[in-house]
């Protein structure tokens, strides 16, 4: 069983809006820094969002800079991705992962990774 489970994936027309979900499956992620990463079929994975342990620091990659916000719900302890105004592009299986330190868009600095979700952005 994967650390980390994804929920939230599917098919969107261009322009709507999806968001995707991420919880512990063998222990709360209130100590730990999530990312988001997304993988597309003949691309190289790409660091999505980031968000400090305790929600007060935030960082995205430029491709989905104003439409994408990550966010972090102690009481849930689920960490989110909204994603608005989607593009055909934005087509990829999107995993969340966890690591001890600082946020980072480097994969290789996360520790637990979940299976991942698939979303598609028809055109």
């Known amino acids: 069983q994967s650390e980390l489970v994804e929920s939230g994936g599917g098919l969107v027309q261009p322009g709507e809006s999806l968001t995707l979900s991420c919880t512990g499956s063998?222990?709360?992620?209130?100590?730990?820094?999530i990312a988001w990463f997304r993988q597309a079929p003949g691309k190289e994975r790409e660091g999505v969002a980031c968000i400090s342990s305790n929600g007060g620091s935030t960082k995205y990659a430029d491709s989905v800079k104003g439409r994408f916000k990550i966010s972090r719900d102690s009481a849930d302890d689920t960490v989110y991705l909204t994603m608005n105004s989607l593009k055909p592009e934005d087509t990829a299986v999107y995993s969340c992962a966890s690591r001890l330190g600082d946020m980072s868009y480097y994969p290789s600095d996360y520790l637990y990774w979940g299976q991942g979700t698939q979303v598609t952005v028809s055109s």
């Open positions: 063998r222990f709360t992620l209130d100590m730990w820094a």
